[in-house]
């Protein structure tokens, strides 16, 4: 199979809940808000949802979904778990040659508690050593993303082949581990990054610039300096930024309502990527990303209401016909 992408990271099991009884208790002068439960009670739960995560799978089942022959690389725990995801995975015709499942160790696992649009994680990350395939294919594009406490041995890895593969386009989407580490190793990545996806947040912690109020042309200049040629910035209801070198775009996010926002980075991600190979303008893609997002925010779990090629132009249409646009900054 000529694959286009690679996606590299984790991937996990989602249990979404949607409890009946609690209560939110939110300080005014802090934005700080709270989810109350009764102590040592049984908590009734209104629905029960399970959905494959994870980073690279969301991207991979992101970008198969709009047309993009994408494989993964992922090592999971030999399981009941994993057995479920890469059933999942195969019904979404992405290609799982470089995908390990490692003899008595167990898979990623989340509980997904929604309330009010919002979601709190209860994560359980299996302790694991990821294996770096013997052999890749050179592929136009690979989307690395996070990686457990493990990773670090891996990533040299990968440096070590982008090095030798220097046609290869990498887009780099850091995860916990990779920020609150910033490794000579994650330096390296960032440096051979064609593009780069990470919220406002992460863009300050990377580059050690605070914005303040909002992502400002400095902050994308900022993260650019670091090495990616493209700068993608996303700050949730705000929108998207891109800086491509010679371009700032934002671009508004399509005025949907949320039912649940996992996965709506990832969504955006993977139509930002998917319209980016297919060789789209950088307002494109950024439309791309703003509209699979905003379906994704109107289901359980962050594949779910992943857009399909024959879906994106409708979208498009109607991110257009809704009044948003994307600006130059």
């Given amino acids: 199979m000529n694959l286009d992408l690679l996606s590299i990271g984790d991937c996990n099991m989602d249990a979404f809940i949607n409890p009946s009884e609690s209560e939110s208790l939110c300080n005014i002068n802090t934005k700080e808000c709270l989810i109350a439960f009764s102590y040592a009670d049984k908590i009734p739960v209104k629905s029960l949802d399970f959905s494959v995560g994870g980073n690279a799978a969301n991207n991979a ?11 993964l690389v992922l090592t999971l725990g030999d399981d009941s778990i994993g057995n479920q995801i890469v059933e999942s995975l195969k019904k979404e015709e992405v290609d799982l040659t470089y995908v390990i499942q490692q003899p008595a160790t167990n898979s990623n696992f989340n509980v997904v508690l929604t309330y ?45 082949w982008l090095l030798k593969n220097p046609e290869i386009k990498l887009v780099f989407n850091p995860g916990s581990w990779q920020l609150k580490e910033k490794s000579e190793t994650v330096d390296k990545v960032m440096k051979l990054a064609h593009t780069i996806f990470v919220n406002k947040q992460e863009a300050e912690k990377l580059t050690g ?14 993260l650019s300096a670091l090495g990616p040629k493209v700068s ?7 929108g998207a930024y891109a800086f491509d070198g010679a371009n700032f775009f934002h671009c508004p ?7 649940e926002r996992t996965g709506a980075g990832d969504a955006f991600g993977s139509g930002f990527l998917s319209a980016q190979i297919k060789g789209k303008s950088l307002d494109e893609c950024l439309v791309w990303g703003s509209v699979n997002s905003a379906s994704v925010i109107g289901y359980t779990g962050a594949q779910r209401g992943l857009l399909k090629e024959n879906d994106i132009d409708i979208w498009v249409e109607r991110f257009k016909s809704s009044g948003v646009k994307v600006d130059e900054m």
Wanted: glycine share 8%.
């Fill in 61 to 71: 089942v992101g970008a198969s979904r709009l047309g993009i022959k994408c494989g």
């Fill in 116 to 160: 009010s649009g919002e979601r709190t994680i209860f994560t359980y990350h299996a302790p694991r050593s990821y294996e770096f395939p013997v052999q890749l294919p050179r592929v136009s594009y690979v989307y690395l993303t996070s990686m457990g406490e493990s990773y670090m041995p891996f990533y040299n890895h990968m440096v070590e």
């Fill in 209 to 222: 610039f605070a914005a303040k109020d909002f992502v400002s042309r400095e902050l994308l200049l900022a």
């Fill in 232 to 238: 993608v910035i996303t700050d949730g209801g705000v």
């Fill in 253 to 259: 996010p399509l005025p949907v309502d949320a039912f």
